[in-house]
């Protein structure tokens, strides 16, 4: 029997170098793991996140314009003071713990002197908080019945979103994204019940909603918690070394923390101090536009800061550029779209906002250079870059700005604080990026000594 003459143009599958089978096989299961990663993360959060939107939207609709800027106005300073409170605590503990990821002991340490310095941080701000929630909305002539309910749930969220923030650390490490996202589902979901029956015996309040939030967000505390200590080894006792070492990273960036959660509601409160009631309830709504973007943010939190701190030197410019390609990648149709029909975005809100129409579309282009501003903050913590000049630098520039906007346009619209909160995006920008290039110049330096 005659063999078939060879083609030279015909591959020879001889002749190609073989994938050793257990290569292959663990390729395919690292592929696997990603994947059922992301699809839980966006199962999760997904159903977390929508939730929260329907509650959002559920309440911008419903409670009268009065009300949500109540309700507004709570909100508001409820963020800052989580912020001024946390002073980047909460997230130490990924970036400190880096590759030693199996080391349950050590993420007790730090979870427990996080706590601690945290809840120190909360007995010395909480009095404060609570008087200048109180003289700044003296001026609204609301009931006192109104403003301790507010309070109240203040402070609750407050205490209890410390807990939520240090404990889900444990469950990120170790991709139990399960027990993190289960309780808040169901928390979620009993809110939006009784905001419903809240509303249909017609005694849906700002209060009542800001509490049922606060309710909420305890609940989420003590299941998250409970999960955590179950991955970790809780210390004894809390340890003076680890403080001082999460104290020493944190330092850095605390004027910058501090600087930027008065930054974050300056909108707010600057409308609150001169502009109407109509004014607070806008920029109070245009907020839950911004949930857009929390969805993705988590996300950097979750996967991409840990997935950074384990990045090898070697590919650390590839995965950074990557990141910040793929944030921007994806914002710009949305960036796109609000200026296009910015009136899909009113539907989102209710019709009695339509008078934010004309400038949705630089409202959500500055809400999206500050999330790719944050992508490149969260990706620089990862890497401990943490420094002096960049805080400085970030409260500088910002001040600039900002001063220079009251001076020659003021704050008295709600235009006019879409229009400051553009203008301090860049400066955020800018900040953030020389953080970045800071970073990649020193690690340069000490990998050629």
Known sequence: MLSKPHDPEEFDSSLAPAIPRSALEAVLARGGRIARLVISFLFGQGAVQGLNVLIGLFLVRRLSVEAYAQFGVASGFQNLFSVL??????????????????????????????????????????????????????????????????????????????????????????????????????????????????????????????????????????????????????????????????????????????????????????????????????????????????????????????????????????????????????????????FREPALFIWIIGRKFSGLEPFMGWFVLSAAMNFVSGLVWIMNRARKWVFWSGSMLEIVLLLG?????????GVRTTQQAVFLGLASSFGYAITHGYVAVLGFTQRKRTATA
């Open 85 to 338: 409170m946390d002073l980047g605590f909460a997230s130490t503990i990924i970036p400190m713990v880096g590759e030693r990821v199996g080391d349950r002991a050590l993420i007790g340490r730090y979870v427990r002197a996080a706590q601690g310095l945290r809840d120190t941080t909360f007995l010395l701000l909480a009095p404060i908080a609570a008087i200048t929630f109180l003289a700044v909305i003296h001026q609204r002539h609301w009931s006192g019945m109104l403003q301790a309910g507010l309070l109240a749930s203040i402070l609750l969220t407050l205490y209890s979103g410390g807990i939520v923030g240090f404990f889900s650390a444990p469950l990120f490490l170790e991709r139990r994204f399960r027990e993190f996202y289960v309780p808040q589902v169901l928390s979620a979901a009993g809110r939006l019940a009784l905001c419903v029956l809240l509303w249909s015996g017609g005694v849906l309040t700002a209060w009542a909603a800001a509490g049922l939030g606060a309710i909420s967000v305890a609940s989420n505390a003590l299941f998250i918690r409970k999960a955590a200590l179950q991955c970790i080894v809780w210390p004894e006792r809390d340890s003076k070394e680890i403080r001082g070492e999460l104290i020493r990273y944190v330092l850095p960036a605390t004027p910058a923390i501090i600087f930027s959660a008065f930054q974050g509601q300056i909108s707010l409160f600057l409308i609150s101090l001169f502009g109407s009631t109509l004014n607070i309830a806008e920029v109070s709504a245009l907020a839950r536009i911004g949930q857009i973007f929390s969805v993705l943010m988590t996300f950097n939190t979750m996967m991409v800061e840990p997935y950074i701190a384990r990045t090898p030197e070697d590919r650390l410019v590839r995965v950074y550029l990557q990141s910040i390609a793929i944030a921007t990648g994806a914002l710009v149709p949305l960036v796109w779209l609000s």
């Open 401 to 409: 700005i900002q001063a220079t906007f009251l001076a020659l346009i």
